[in-house]
């Protein structure tokens, strides 16, 4: 494989820098952007990539996720793990989540349908009701 996975057990990022009794901010996710818990994993590129070599701090749902494209991936070149991050990514982020919100599933569809078809049936009869009492 071309990634290497550590393990780490602190939460927290703690530049050198940092003056102490300063609160140091909570690691996320670098893909979905949630904080992250006990299990840390972190994803860098090895190898003879072509720009320079990046590193994903991840949760333990998308680091599995990314292996599962690694397997899957018929790429077999530098860029494998890199592509792999950005499906992961193109599913998992906060804004994928937010625009696969909308999309309904069929059997949802049919109940909105279900449910609207008598309500708009109802409002029709009261507005004839209303406007046949009003010309009586």
């Known amino acids: 494989m071309d990634d290497t996975t550590v393990e780490a057990f602190s939460n927290t990022a703690v530049p050198r820098d940092m003056p102490p009794g300063t609160k140091a901010a909570h690691l996320t996710c670098d893909i979905c952007r949630r ?6 994993f972190f994803v860098e590129e090895t190898g003879d990539v072509p720009d320079e070599k990046r590193a994903w701090t991840l949760c333990g749902e998308c680091n599995d996720a990314v292996h599962a494209q ?3 991936s018929p790429v077999r070149t530098p860029l494998r793990l890199r592509v792999a991050v950005g499906l992961v990514a193109a599913e998992r982020t906060p804004e994928a989540r937010r625009s696969n919100f909308g999309q309904l599933t069929d059997e949802s569809w049919t109940k909105i349908f279900l449910w609207l078809f008598p309500i708009t049936m109802i409002i029709h009869l009261l507005v004839i009701v209303a406007i046949a009492g009003w010309f009586k």
């Open 35 to 40: 904080r992250l818990g006990k299990n840390i």
């Open 70 to 72: 690694l397997v899957d």
